[in-house]
């Protein structure tokens, strides 16, 4: 791949398209299985409309090594078993350095290194840095679109199991609801 030429790019009126646009990636319910502790209620809201949780729409920049890829990722607000709507999360196979910029809405940034777990709350203006070897997920705490624009090498790559075989070491539910096991974060 030739390396890019220099160029900008404008955000769109509602902070959620990129102009220009590479592409655009949708995530419904059904591609998260797995990933709440509630299983009946994700079965349920497979099964009740299969809801669009999240986008994520790429600069057209591409993943490739010493290029930096941008995406702007958009939460829809949401629970599912007590459990705020949210990303797979991932690790980067090859450990790099990431940043996240809070556009829109109220979000948190999990980290977890597969001992800790780390919460970023995330503001509109928030720049949330996400060390080598953390893995990352981004959960929508509030009642609005939780927005931000992810910077990233272009060579890191992404591992999803690691985060389904390891979990992320937190789970952010409303504080009224219902509780199981330990270690969850309330909002
Ligand atoms: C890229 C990055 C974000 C996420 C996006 C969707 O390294 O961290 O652009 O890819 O927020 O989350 P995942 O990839 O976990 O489905
Ligand atoms: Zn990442």
Not at 51 to 62: E, H, L, M, N
Request: hydrophobic residues 35%.
């Amino acid at each position: 791949t030739p390396p890019i030429q220099p160029f900008s790019i404008s955000f769109g009126a509602d902070n959620a398209t990129l102009e220009p646009q590479g592409q655009v990636l949708t995530r419904r319910m059904s591609d998260l299985e797995g990933l709440f502790a509630d299983g009946d209620a994700w079965a349920r809201a497979v099964a009740d409309g299969d809801p669009v949780v999240y986008t994520v729409v790429s600069s057209p920049v591409p993943e490739v090594p010493r290029e930096l890829p941008q995406s702007i990722t958009t939460i829809y607000p949401g629970e599912t078993g007590g459990e705020f709507w949210m990303t797979k999360g991932h690790q980067h196979p090859d450990p790099q350095g990431e940043i996240y910029l809070g556009l829109d809405g109220h979000g948190g940034l999990l980290l977890f290194d597969g001992e800790r777990a780390e919460w970023l709350e995330m503001r509109p203006g928030t720049i949330g840095y996400i060390p080598p070897s953390w893995a990352h997920r981004s959960i929508n705490v509030g009642d609005e679109p939780y927005r931000f624009l992810a910077v990233y090498p272009g060579s890191a790559g992404h591992d999803y199991g690691w985060v389904v075989a390891h979990g992320m070491g937190l789970r952010a539910r409303r504080a009224s609801a219902p509780r199981t096991g330990n270690g969850d974060t309330t909002h």
